[in-house]
């Protein structure tokens, strides 16, 4: 079955921890892999990755993809308060369908 | 400002009646997709259009309809044949048919049928 996999499910960190999230999928031929960040309502686009081991980086955020072990993980350095959200990853497939994890939801105390 | 729209933000309606749901985008995208989003269980596709007068089933597509007929728009009608309607909808869009560029949101719909 085509799935897309995200853990871990929730996580609870203090300010200043730094934190991955991890997304597996399951098929080889694809053609993106996508981050997105969910706070109130609209997910709001954060990496489209294509190639495998070229990190994408964006402030404290950065993303990776391997796609011989078929997952991508999602960093973020120096937590936030702010970076609490639900974080969702999602491929694209062949299909033109977006495939969704279910996210992982990031809670940042201070 | 570009951006898609969603209205209205709150919906409440009773059981039985069919309901539409607006998405209208303004950044001359083809593509166009309605996503059900449930507590636990992340992002669901109901229907999504590559192009205007044509669209597609996605996985959860009975008790619903949509229509396109402009480019940016792509409404969404909850039907009374939907078992389980309240949910939060969310509509997005992308330049690319493939899905292979990165999909822009709406800020949602939240639907609440009593």
């Known amino acids: 079955e085509d799935k897309v996999v995200q853990s871990p499910l929730s996580l609870v960190v203090h300010e200043g921890d730094t934190v991955t999230l991890n997304c597996s999928y399951e098929v080889t031929n694809f053609r993106s892999l996508l981050w997105y960040k969910q706070e109130k309502k609209a997910p709001t686009f954060l990496f489209m990755l294509t190639s495998s081991g070229i990190e994408k980086k964006s402030g404290r955020l950065s993303s990776i993809l391997d796609k011989k072990e078929l997952f991508s993980i999602l960093n973020i350095t120096a937590t936030q308060t702010g970076d609490s959200a639900i974080y969702l990853c999602?491929?694209?497939?062949?299909?033109?369908?977006?495939?969704w994890g279910l996210g992982t939801s990031l809670a940042v105390n201070p | 400002d570009g951006g898609i729209t969603q209205s209205p933000k709150y919906l409440f309606r009773k059981e039985g009646q069919n309901v539409t749901l607006s998405c209208e985008q303004n950044?001359?995208?083809?593509?166009m997709y309605w996503y059900r989003q449930d507590p636990g269980q992340g992002l669901r596709l109901i229907y999504y259009?590559?192009?205007?007068?044509?669209?597609q089933k996605g996985d959860i597509a009975e008790g619903y309809s949509v229509s396109r007929e402009k480019k940016e728009s792509f409404p969404l009608t909850v039907t009374s044949a939907q078992k389980n309607p309240t949910a939060f909808y969310l509509c997005?869009?992308?330049?690319?048919?493939?899905?292979?560029?990165?999909?822009?949101f709406g800020q949602g719909t939240r639907l609440t049928v009593v």
């Open positions: 999602a491929r694209a497939g062949n299909n033109r369908k977006l495939i």
């Open positions: 950044l001359n995208h083809d593509a």
């Open positions: 997005a869009s992308s330049i690319d048919r493939t899905a292979n560029t990165e999909a822009f």
């Open positions: 259009s590559q192009i205007v007068n044509d669209f």
